[in-house]
């Protein structure tokens, strides 16, 4: 690899890591932490000479962590059309998926959702589920879109309509959720406690 383009990669993706707006006007919420970057960018290298593929590769692989990080253990028979394209960008995430539940597994993620911007939070309020729709609604009436790990389903199916207070993280402003309809999705890690209404 010559030195240049070194330098060159390394600019793009110390941009994409703290100036997100500036490249492929990404927004924070779709910044990689400079931690996956720097063990994507080699492999980038080596598989892309054009710049903007290296770019969209590592970017792939980034949001492909977050994506285990979110859900924590794979979904059964979840398919995407990522799981088929040979876009950079795609195996970037194929790659990254791999790796974050791989990580999740052994309990030892090079990375956290903090670092992808989302804030850990308490909430109080409701689950509301239906066809295309997977939304937390807060006691002071903000609505977020829902992830949460396939292992917590059955307890909020328990809960019902009740209020509850859980915790989780809180995404960046961004585009979330069914046809990109809510600026922020909410991540439950926990239900701390149920309250009847």
């Not at 290296?54 to 977050?66: A, E, I, N, P, T």
Request: hydrophobic share 35%; charged share 25%.
């Amino acid at each position: 690899m010559k030195k240049k383009d070194f330098f060159i990669i390394c600019f793009y993706i110390i941009t994409l890591c703290y100036f997100p707006s500036i490249v492929h006007s990404y927004t924070i919420s779709n910044s990689i932490p400079i931690k996956l970057a720097l063990k994507a960018c080699p492999i980038a290298l080596d598989n892309y000479s054009d710049t903007n593929k290296q770019v969209d590769f590592v970017q792939g692989y980034g949001d492909g962590y977050k994506f285990a990080l979110i859900m924590l253990d794979m979904p059964e028979n979840l398919f995407s059309s990522l799981d088929e394209e040979k876009t950079p960008y795609a195996k970037g995430f194929r790659l990254g998926k791999a790796q974050g539940f791989e990580d999740v597994k052994k309990n030892n993620t090079r990375c956290s959702l903090v670092d992808f911007g989302y804030e850990p939070v308490n909430l109080k309020g409701e689950f509301f589920f239906a066809f295309e729709r997977s939304e937390f609604k807060t006691e002071d009436g903000k609505t977020y879109w829902v992830e949460v790990s396939t292992d917590m389903i059955k307890d909020i199916i328990e809960i019902g309509n009740a209020e509850v207070i859980v915790s989780g993280y809180l995404s960046p402003e961004g585009n979330y959720g069914h046809m990109n309809g809510y600026s922020k999705e909410f991540i439950v890690r926990d239900i701390n406690r149920k309250k009847n209404k």
